[in-house]
T-cell receptor, first 114, second 116 residues
Framework: AQKITQTQPGMFVQEKEAVTLDCTYDTSDQSYGLFWYKQPSSGEMIFLIYQGSYDEQNATEGRYSLNFQKARKSANLVISASQLGDSAMYFCAMRAGGYQKVTFGTGTKLQVIP | EAGVTQFPSHSVIEKGQTVTLRCDPISGHDNLYWYRRVMGKEIKFLLHFVKESKQDESGMPNNRFLAERTGGTYSTLKVQPAELEDSGVYFC??????????????FGPGTRLLVL
């Protein structure tokens, strides 16, 4: 079974600052993929970034980067230069084994302060 | 290109009634998923269609839930009879077939169901 843990229910960050959202995962599979999704107040889930378990480099997508520490089983999302539009719920998720279904964490609500 | 759409956006029903949620995936996407988020908890997988076939329905909570995907296009999720614990946000997601784990699932805005 797979499990995702997000220990920060809510976070505040000053505009233009960087913020790290924590995510740890648990799986017995050697092959897996890790995802981050953003859910603004409008409700849709927006895919942000992907990291494969065999990827040697941390994934980056614009202002988003994934700090992947395999030995610690952590996949933290780093948002650089926060913007007001970054205020949203952020979900860490994983796919592992032979399953296509995605396992989600409980989410972190990020609020960017002007 | 239109994204995943879901209807209705909100539904308020009484316990014991029936509700049908609809999902229209992105055109051409063979994979269609249903997820549910109960208030304050994680988003949980319900089931997965590949075209019109149920590939994995291990997350369906009980036999009050019935999902269909006629012709491999849109999908419906019926809850009959609805119970209080069915309240939550029901998400639909779709993806095209890719190998490996980097299959991006595109989510709809969800249907907020409240059972009174």
């Amino acid at each position: 079974a797979q499990k995702i843990t997000q220990t920060q229910p809510g976070m505040f960050v000053q505009e233009k600052e960087a913020v790290t959202l924590d995510c740890t995962y648990d799986t017995s599979d050697q092959s897996y993929g890790l995802f981050w999704y953003k859910q603004p107040s409008s409700g849709e889930m927006i895919f942000l970034i992907y990291q494969g378990s065999y990827d040697e480099q941390n994934a980056t997508e614009g202002r988003y980067s994934l700090n992947f520490q395999k030995a610690r089983k952590s996949a933290n999302l780093v948002i650089s230069a926060s913007q007001l539009g970054d205020s949203a719920m952020y979900f860490c998720a994983m796919r592992a084994g032979g399953y296509q279904k995605v396992t989600f964490g409980t989410g972190t609500k990020l609020q960017v302060i002007p | 290109e239109a994204g995943v759409t879901q209807f209705p956006s909100h539904s308020v029903i009484e316990k014991g009634q029936t509700v049908t949620l609809r999902c229209d995936p992105i055109s051409g996407h063979d994979n269609l998923y249903w997820y549910r988020r109960v208030m304050g908890k994680e988003i949980k997988f319900l089931l997965h269609f590949v075209k019109e076939s149920k590939q994995d329905e291990s997350g369906m909570p009980n036999n009050r839930f019935l999902a269909e995907r006629t012709g491999g296009t849109y999908s419906t999720l019926k809850v009959q009879p609805a119970e209080l614990e069915d309240s939550g946000v029901y998400f639909c997601a779709s993806s095209s077939w890719t190998s490996g784990f980097q299959e991006t699932q595109y989510f709809g805005p969800g249907t907020r169901l409240l059972v009174l």
